[in-house]
């Protein structure tokens, strides 16, 4: 298992785990996953790592269809600006590879912000720390377990 999957049986959450077969060569792994599993893109969640002008690493979490706003995610961090994170500073932070990287689990605690399309999901879906490995959890639950903030982070 992974350590996002071990987060959540220690706690007990009610969660359901997804796996699918990956193709490396898939251009988008979050889209891969939805079409694989056959789900709504809008249900589908993919952890982004930016990085705020203090070097501050932090976890955004938007739909796989859309993009993240990097305006908006700095404006809820309350720093002036992000840019995305170095992949190799991405990996070390979090224990997990780019492509999986779950925002649950992570070797360091970093600020976490779940763009706020994912409360009106009846369950969304996010990396379980492995490519071609979902969890399926409640958004309240997802900001439960990563100490998550929502906020309007995402662009369509």
């Known amino acids: 298992m992974t350590p996002a999957i071990d987060l959540l049986k220690k706690a007990k959450a009610d969660h359901h785990i997804h796996s699918y077969e990956h193709d490396p060569k898939s251009a988008s792994y979050g889209l891969e996953a939805a079409e694989k599993l056959g789900l709504e893109p809008a249900r589908v969640f ?6 705020s002008e203090k070097n501050e690493l ?10 993240l706003d990097l305006k908006a995610l700095a404006q809820a961090a309350g ?9 190799m500073a991405a990996q070390r932070a979090t224990g997990y590879l780019v492509g999986g990287i779950s925002p649950l689990g992570q070797k360091k605690r970093l600020r976490t912000f779940i763009d706020n399309s994912a409360q ?10 492995r490519r071609g490995l979902e969890v399926e959890l409640t958004a309240e639950l997802l900001a ?5 903030t929502f906020a309007s982070i995402g662009r369509p």
């Open 144 to 148: 439960r377990h990563t100490g998550g």
């Open 120 to 129: 009106a999901q009846p369950s969304i879906y996010v990396s379980a720390g």
């Open 79 to 87: 720093v002036k600006k992000v840019d995305m994170a170095d992949p």
């Open 58 to 67: 932090l976890v955004a979490v938007v739909p796989v269809a859309g993009s």
């Open 46 to 51: 993919k952890t982004l790592l930016a990085c």
